[in-house]
């Protein structure tokens, strides 16, 4: 149980500081860097900035222990959609090169975060959520 606990919080902390500090910090103190991955994938200079909102949004809730189990299980599911359809950008502007992959090596990360908060705090959430929705709270 210990050690499921320092995965999650290491992996999490990962993902929390990788997707929500870095492109907030960007936005604030560098706000050209902050659009140019999504420009270099031409995507419009607006989306960058949704993308920044749900980063941030997503690791705070992915830091909150003990929130509702399906509102946890979106958050991910959030993280993997956007690493999934970064890398398929990737590959449709650079080819197969690294950062094509690197999305995904992010994603095994989310992965792992997700599979150890499960292990960890799953049993809590079921009890507290029995039928998964948020309305039996």
């Not at 949704?50 to 830091?63: R, Y």
């Not at 991910?76 to 956007?82: D, E, I, R, S, V």
């Not at 150890?116 to 709270?137: E, I, R, W």
């Amino acid at each position: 149980m210990k050690k499921n606990k320092i995965i999650f919080w290491v992996a999490t902390i990962f993902l929390f500081l990788f997707e929500g500090v870095m492109p907030l910090s960007a936005l604030i103190f560098a706000p050209p860097a902050a659009t140019a991955g999504t420009i270099y994938l031409h995507y419009p200079e607006y989306f960058a900035y949704v993308i920044i909102f749900f980063k941030v949004s997503g690791s705070i809730l992915l830091m909150i222990p003990r929130l509702p189990r399906p509102l946890k299980e979106w958050t991910y599911a959030g993280f993997g959609f956007n690493f999934i359809c970064a890398s398929i950008s990737h590959v449709a502007v650079d080819g197969f090169t690294f950062v094509s992959f690197f999305p995904l090596i992010i994603f095994a990360i989310a992965v792992v975060s997700y599979i150890n908060y499960f292990k960890v705090y799953g049993d809590a959430q079921t009890k507290a959520f029995p039928h998964g929705s948020l309305a039996t709270a």
